[in-house]
């Protein structure tokens, strides 16, 4: 009688399919230290490959319980995403959980490193930032059965449970309103997309809303740019040289509209009456500017607080994985104005 | 023949100290979530007081590394520790470890817990922030032979390596500049000063400055207060409030600065004609903020590095415990002017 299930891989078949010793796979997997880089990537192949776990059995996985959550966050270095991190990590300690975190730095390769090196650490649980990033990850999460969720993105593309927002549409109703209020020289300065769908769905967003007020998306200038402040200031001053010169400089988050503005007081420019500026995400920093910022209003400690009730109820088996989409709004402030 | 040392703590004696099973033992320091809290507390007292550690000898705990390293900060909502963290992870990073940072909310007990789970989940050396926390606490780092070096403090009073600065030193010399300018009538916004050094060395700083300048100290008013923007607008608010008025307010750190900032604007007094405001970190914010916060500049991003590179000098064996201290100085910007 064939079996009901596929066999379940051992550490036999690894050691096999990567031409290695039993006692090789065993040190890759609990002690990379020891191995040569290419041996430890030769046998992680093969347990990707196979998908090994090390203990398959839901009960023993269940006994082996750490109360560690792992989140990996693109940054630590600007408030992006602090404040959603302190409402996860408040909701997380309610429940007994301690939370890890570790920032990659926006690079894909380092994420994967650390949801390895999370994993490998026992965590129960993993929140990730945004959906895109390589099949493998995904795979290799499904395969090792570790719950994770992802916050930053309301997609469901991949079958993990999400909490987020849709970036498209709320970018595209701040263009909408930019250009309800007279707009029509826009600039844009953008994060990097590549590996980024929050970058991606913004800009996205304005080239939409463009669409739909008869403008081609194709003739407004954008800069794409990493996400320091002093991005953000080259990048407006580079669209302030322009002839003629825009309206107004929507920002793809309220960083880059920090330095957009910083630079724009150096430049001896009055905004909004020279030049309007826009943000996204209405950080604390965007209150704080002078002038303030007006920007999309993401509900951050909301996102945090629902990200890790949905990752507890994922750990605790007793949910379906869904996305989770949540309201954000438009905060006008005295950056943007009409002309 | 005495032994040469005293004898190494076996796991039998743990479990005769605490009157367990050795299993039971064992199961404390693997997977605290199949024991009573109790049953839990009762072996730790017994692990701590025994100094029992799983692996003694120092080639297999050699062997164990896991290249990832542990650090515990007050506070991820703000940015005052995010550029030093950076610079600690990238510097760490060249190396091929991987950093997991955990939010202690300025809660010795929660630090402690942190401390806990990151050596449990198998950290090679951890960073903590300032030397103020319970002698427990360092005596089960000692017994537990945990590489650790302190960050944004240069106190060696516990025998750990550290990294840091004068905060007493820096910020006196900002309150001999701030009375230098002519300032007599000064209030005080500090930090939380319980279980804080950092916030208690910049209070001590100001106190001396005054005394220097013929000024009782106490005649001064102090409110001291959590470390949230909103802290520093509603202490601001109240120093204000104050017959005869002051004409400058000293702010523990640039986020209570950036609230007591955002809050002059609210109550229509300009800044710093009305009055001057002061702050300490030098975070990107202080240069964003409008007027620009005079403040006393950390170097964060050196003081990551060096952490970093102690720690990893630390756990290689290869160098004696020290306190490094690094020079401060005073960035004057436009929020503070003579009278």
Known sequence: MAPAHP????LD???????????????????KSKVSRETRERVMRAVDALGYTPNFNARAMAARRTHTIGAIIPTMENAIFARGLQAFQETLHAEGYTLLVSSSAYQPDLEAEQIRTLVARGADGLLLIGAERGQQIYDYLTRRAIP???????????GFASVGFDNCAAMRSL?????????RRIAVISGILAGNDRAEGRLRGIRESLRAHGTDPDSVPVIETGYEIENGADAFETHMKRAPRPTVVMCGNDVL????????RAMGLRVPEDVSITGFDDIELAGLLYPR?????VPHRQMGRVAAQELLETIAGRKPRA???LAVSITMRESLKAI
Do not use: K, Y
């Open 7 to 10: 066999p379940i891989p051992t």
């Open 13 to 31: 078949d690894v050691a096999r399919a990567a031409n290695v010793s039993t006692a090789t796979v065993s040190r890759c997997l609990n002690d």
């Open 148 to 158: 994770t969720v992802l916050a930053w993105t309301s997609s469901f593309d991949h």
């Open 175 to 183: 263009a909408d309103q930019v250009q309800a209020m007279g707009h």
């Open 257 to 264: 509209a920090a330095g957009a503005l910083s630079r724009a």
């Open 293 to 297: 910022l007006t920007t999309v209003h």
């Open 323 to 325: 996305a989770r989409e």
